[in-house]
């Protein structure tokens, strides 16, 4: 089967609800952003949501980045 999206597989078939659960979208700098709340009270970011293309190309918002909101 060939699912054409813009949505990634997680998005789409999630591993677990927990890890769903836990997933917020927040913004961090001005900037959407879909991000994983860890235990420590700070954030993740899973994805940018922004349709600025410079943001792309910034370090602080690569997928993997911690932040505190």
Do not use: R
């Not at 597989?9 to 991000?35: G, M």
């Not at 910034?58 to 911690?66: F, I, S, T, V």
Request: hydrophobic share 35%; charged share 15%; net charge negative.
């Amino acid at each position: 089967m060939v699912l054409y999206t813009p949505l990634s597989e997680v998005d789409i078939f999630p591993a677990d609800q927990t890890a769903y659960d836990s997933t917020v979208i927040t913004t961090y700098n001005q900037t959407p952003v879909k991000a994983f709340k860890l235990e420590n009270g700070s954030y993740q970011i899973v994805q940018v949501l922004s349709t600025d293309p410079s943001i792309y190309l910034h370090p602080d918002y690569q997928p993997g980045m911690q932040f505190n909101a």
